[in-house]
């Protein structure tokens, strides 16, 4: 390379950019603003809002037949609590609760003249209640037969309501603490919990290490925000917008060589990403001085030298990553506009690695070394808590080398295609449609399906049980989008779902590779879960969510093992694999489809054996030309699923079960080989 050129090249792109008043206030005055502002609003959002709590007179009633008892119980708690001089009940002091007496306390609730009322329910009431829903499916939280029920009923679509009822919660939670004491004294046991043994906890982490972790767990997420939100303005400008101008071909036709020109731009974008990212830690660091920001108590972060050279040795491959990223989005993007739209999916996967340091029980001394961005995430967790590996540093250094290396060659090769340089306003596949412009999407389909479940699933409360978070993905997003790709490029349902007849034997290979793939695929987790170990309380709090207790057996059958099988593999085995088919070659199309069905499973430690069972079954279809015999496979794995789900135990399991399984796994697939019926290639 020729770095003089390079220098040259680098200096004219940065004039360009800030020549450009969009670029600028884009890429630079705006994350800079945005920020102060954010906090600012949020500071204030809070000091309002505390305010407004602790300032407002949150009005209530008691109904029922023993409310003097309740009644009295509050307003001797209450009173206990203002005489009281520890700071353990304090916020709690702060609250201002006035009970009145409105005739109708549900018409008082919805026309807000009350935030809640209390009713009280008689230990046989409450008895004959539970009695009558018996049958259903939500169980009564455990009461002995005959204790009474305080229920305090409020409205949660109004914040006043919901936290007059959470603080009214807590009061009368200390109100029967402190009656069962009084109880128990009035029976000879005079003692108070607090008094029976002392409680007691020794942190050995200093004050540093605690600080360090928890900065450690955010700062690499943080810094691939800033690079790729302050870093793409640039990218889109910088190749994007040439094209549309039309001075990017006058650039590729001088002296200058496509590697030279390739790293002046992925350095500028590099800089931009980088002077973002500064101006951001400026501004953080004045917040903190200005008390803007409250840090928790003890917050001491203890940054030597050597442990900042580490962290900038790690992140200097992670900004060119990232800028041969963004630089591949502009290339390929044949408008600004375009640009954009490709930018949004690419930064929300973006962000799934890097969040790796948030995950529990992750070392940097495990396969997560090489994953590139969730290594450096890890690392500098690693660094910060004081506990660097230098080896591991080492080969996460090397890595995201070879990463970034790798992105910048890809760009250059990006860019000496013709198509590419000079795209055409108007391609054949758009004046052609059908079959041909739907290959050309599929992709930003699916982008657009992953944003979709990614975005559904974390701000759609109402969505966020078991039975509509799924029946949404899978028949709003998954067939929903299926069906209208079909009915927007006019497509032939029976050939794009590749809904074709196999021969007889292939299914007899697939009730084999049923059970055989279910040990392999729990085989994959089993070594993943070795390199990447999974903190078992998360592993105990994924299965309750994908195995809800209490829904008989055929509903699970039906919402997990028959729906999924059904609508995923005629989106990704149908739709997916007829759109890449005449893209990529059989390897690649195996590879990828499998990678993105695991990518669509976007739990850390679900990715790799989801994208096992995804290349196990795009492998499958290719051999059949034939959705029908990976649905029967993927619905026989999730059945199997729930069926042996807690009562298969995998210590249990010996290597040589997981070889078994392999083999006859192997055998089951040679047998479909040589019974194959591929697609056709036209």
């Known amino acids: 390379m020729n770095w003089e050129l390079i220098r040259l090249l680098f200096l004219h792109e940065a004039r360009m950019l800030v020549r450009a008043r969009r670029t600028v206030v884009m890429a630079i005055v705006l994350p800079a603003i945005i920020m102060p502002l954010m906090l600012y609003a949020q500071k204030y959002s809070a000091d309002r809002r505390e305010r407004l709590l602790t300032g407002t007179i949150y009005r209530y009633a008691i109904t029922g037949e023993f409310a003097d008892r309740v009644r009295l119980l509050i307003d001797q708690t209450r009173k206990s609590l203002s005489d009281a001089q520890d700071d353990e009940f304090g916020r709690l002091r702060q609250f201002r609760f006035v009970e009145t007496a409105p005739a109708d306390v549900r018409a008082s609730l919805a026309k807000h003249e009350i935030q809640f009322y209390i009713e009280t329910i008689t230990g046989g009431e409450a008895d004959k209640s539970r009695n009558e829903a018996s049958n259903t499916q939500e169980a009564e939280p455990r009461r002995l037969r005959g204790v009474p029920v305080i229920n305090v009923v409020y409205s949660g679509d109004r914040i006043a309501s919901d936290v007059a009822h959470s603080r009214m919660l807590e009061l009368l939670r200390l109100a029967r603490q402190r009656d069962s004491l009084a109880l128990l004294a009035g029976r000879g046991v005079a003692a108070d919990a607090k008094d029976i043994f002392a409680v007691e906890d020794a942190n050995v982490a200093t004050a540093g290490q605690i600080t360090g972790s928890l900065v450690g767990r955010f700062l690499t997420l943080f810094l691939v925000m800033m690079m790729l939100t302050g870093g793409a303005v640039a990218a889109m400008d910088i190749i994007a917008g040439e094209k549309e101008r039309g001075t990017l071909e006058t650039l590729l036709t001088s002296a200058a060589g496509r590697q030279e020109i390739v790293a002046a731009k992925q350095l500028a974008i590099t800089s931009v990403a980088l002077v973002i ?95 590139p961005v969730a290594n450096v995430s ?305």
């Open 378 to 682: 890890v690392a500098a967790r690693e660094i910060l808590m004081g506990r660097p590996d230098v080896m591991m540093i080492g080969i996460t250094f090397a890595v995201m080398s070879i990463t970034a290396a790798y992105l910048m060659r890809a760009s250059a090769r990006l860019l000496s295609r013709e198509d590419i340089i000079v795209p055409a306003h108007f391609e054949a596949a758009e004046f052609l449609g059908g079959a041909a412009l739907f290959q050309k999407r599929v992709l930003r389909w699916f982008a657009l399906m992953w944003v979709v479940t990614f975005a559904v699933a974390l701000n759609v409360p109402v969505l966020a049980t078991f039975r509509r978070q799924l029946l949404f993905n899978e028949i709003v997003v998954m067939m929903g989008a299926t069906v209208l790709i079909l009915k927007v490029y006019r497509l032939n349902p029976i050939e794009m779902l590749s809904l074709r007849p196999v021969r007889p034997v292939v299914w007899i290979a697939i009730l084999f590779a049923i059970p055989s793939s279910y040990l392999t695929t729990l085989g994959v987790f089993q070594l993943v879960n070795t390199v990447m170990p999974a903190p078992q309380q998360l592993l105990e709090r994924f299965a309750e969510d994908v195995i809800p207790k209490g829904m008989p057996t055929w509903q699970l059958l039906l919402y997990i093992a028959l729906l999924p099988a059904v609508c995923e593999e005629l989106a990704f085995r149908g739709i997916l694999l007829n759109g890449l088919r005449r893209k990529l070659r059989p390897a690649g199309l195996i590879l990828g489809i499998g990678l993105i069905f695991g990518l669509f499973h976007v739990m850390l430690y679900r990715i790799a054996p989801t994208a096992v069972l995804g290349i196990i079954l795009t492998a499958i279809a290719l051999m059949t030309g034939s959705v029908l015999p990976g649905m029967l496979l993927h619905a026989g794995n999730n059945a199997m699923g729930v069926v042996l789900g807690n009562d298969l135990n995998l210590y249990v399991l010996r290597w040589w079960h997981f070889l078994a399984a392999f083999t006859i796994f192997g055998l089951s697939l040679f047998i479909i080989y040589r019974n194959r019926t591929p697609l056709p290639t036209r």
């Open 277 to 371: 990212t500064l101006l951001q830690g400026l501004n953080f660091f004045l917040y903190v001085r200005l008390k803007v920001v409250a840090l928790p108590k003890n917050f001491e972060l203890q940054l030597p030298t050597g442990m900042a050279l580490a962290l900038l040795l790690l992140f200097i491959p992670l900004a060119a990553t990232i800028g041969s990223v963004l630089l591949m989005i502009s290339a390929y993007a044949k408008t600004y506009k375009e640009a954009q739209m490709y930018f949004f999916p690419v930064y929300l996967i973006s962000l799934v690695p890097s969040l790796a340091s948030v995950m529990p029980g992750i070392s940097l001394r495990s396969a997560i070394a090489l994953v």
